[in-house]
């Protein structure tokens, strides 16, 4: 299971309100942070919200990042990783927002691309991917006979491969039934089948 949808599963696994999620003008908001090493070493994060961005913002970013890629001489092919990446910042520069949910975070891209680290940027593209697949309807709802198929190969051959070639919000709705399923087993102990979310005691 890829990080992003581990990030997702174990994200919507507790509620919304825990994770202080906001709506804004219909829009809803994840909280996020932006990390900067400091002079001293140390890890300073900046409080941010993400939301997800229209289509039209995704048109824009992708002839964006095109225009700088032929700014630089870049192949699209041969650099397609580099314009991938700053396609991805031009996104993250809509969805950032400060925390009144507003105010863009940074001005654009290249601020990204400037300005912070890009381990930093390649977490917060994580939490914003998984974001965009949780507000998917079908997320954690994928719950039909395919879904026990899966599970049936899964058991039978004692191999998890049938989730690569599903859809993320599938994979972790998958996960999701799994986990209900397994916690329902008169054989779960007490604390799994109990409604809370708590664990036991050490």
Request: glycine content about 4%; overall charge negative.
């Amino acid at each position: 299971m890829s990080d992003d949808v581990e990030r997702a599963v174990s994200l919507v696994l507790e509620n919304w309100d825990q994770i202080g999620v906001e709506e804004r003008d219909g829009i809803l908001h994840l909280p996020a942070s932006i990390k900067r090493r400091n002079v001293t070493g140390g890890v300073d994060e900046t409080p941010v919200r993400l939301r997800v961005v229209s289509n039209v913002v995704k048109v824009k970013a992708r002839v964006e990042a095109r225009a700088w890629a032929a700014k630089r001489s870049l192949d699209l092919d041969r650099d397609s990783d580099l314009v991938d990446m700053y396609e991805n910042y031009c996104i993250l520069a809509v969805a950032i927002r400060d925390t009144d949910c507003h105010t863009q975070h940074v001005p654009d891209a290249d601020t990204l691309w400037q300005d912070y680290e890009p381990s930093s940027i390649d977490e917060l593209w994580g939490r914003y991917d998984a974001w965009v697949r949780m507000q998917h309807p079908s997320f954690g709802n994928w719950d039909g006979e395919k879904m026990w198929q899966v599970i049936a190969r899964i058991k039978q051959r004692s191999d998890i491969s049938f989730l690569a070639g599903m859809p993320g919000f599938e994979q972790a709705s998958c996960i999701l039934l799994m986990a209900r399923e397994a916690c329902c087993s008169p054989n779960a102990p007490s604390f799994a089948r109990s409604s809370g979310t708590s664990t036991p005691a050490s």
